[in-house]
T-cell receptor, first 116, second 110 residues
């Protein structure tokens, strides 16, 4: 089955450490996105990538970094510069075409990061 | 960053009742999406809308793309306990960014 795999599901980090969240998709989607979700709140865009080797900052990119070396993979690094990294992180992807079902964002199951 | 105005923020309803929620924006969107999220999971797509005025159903769910392209609503008929969760709207802007609503938390009382 095609889908998006995020790992790990749960991650604990000490202050000052960088951590990398994995996101892999086998949907052959061109575009990939990272969102952050805090309790009781909506989704805020961190970074997005429309194509391999290219990505753009979202609304809350400070303290985060990404890479897009392969179409299937879009890892997110939470750096020590991110002052409040404890949150639920969601990866998503989509394909731009004219067919029915286009422009639909498909999500992974999420990764919960807790800073100790 | 921009977020859509989604209302109500939360609601408690009796099983069997109908539910209505909506999203409004100051910007025009070409696509509206409605998602449901269970605790600790990623959002799952319920309905996608592509044209102004479009009315689309998925089982007990019905959603409409507003004529002005700045709003959308979602109706759930005859609610059941498994409808509990957070419902999000999302609009796709011209820069290919998805803007999300703040969510409607639904609780169904059996």
């Amino acid at each position: 089955d095609g889908g998006i795999t995020q790992s790990p599901k749960y991650l604990f980090r000490k202050e000052g450490q960088n951590v990398t969240l994995s996101c892999e998709q086998n949907l052959n989607h061109d575009a990939m996105y990272w969102y952050r979700q805090d309790p009781g709140q909506g989704l805020r865009l961190i970074y997005y990538s429309q194509i391999v080797n290219d990505f753009q900052k979202g609304d809350i990119a400070e303290g985060y970094s990404v890479s897009r070396e392969k179409k299937e993979s879009f890892p997110l690094t939470v750096t020590s510069a991110q002052k409040n990294p404890t949150a639920f992180y969601l990866c998503a992807s989509t394909q731009w075409d004219g067919h029915s079902g286009a422009n639909v964002l498909t999500f992974g199951a999420g990764s919960r990061l807790t800073v100790l | 960053g921009q977020q859509l105005n989604q209302s109500p923020q939360s609601m408690f309803i009796q099983e069997g009742e109908d539910v209505s929620m909506n999203c409004t924006s100051s910007s025009i969107f070409n696509t509206w999406l409605w998602y449901k999220q269970d605790p600790g999971e990623g959002p799952v797509l319920l309905i996608a809308l592509y044209k102004a005025g479009e009315l689309t159903s998925n089982g007990r769910l019905t959603a409409q793309f507003g004529i002005t392209r700045k709003d959308s609503f979602l109706n759930i008929s005859a609610s059941i306990p498994s409808d509990v969760g957070i419902y999000f709207c999302a609009g796709l802007d011209r820069t290919y960014k998805y803007i999300f609503g703040t969510g409607t938390r639904l609780k169904v009382l059996a």
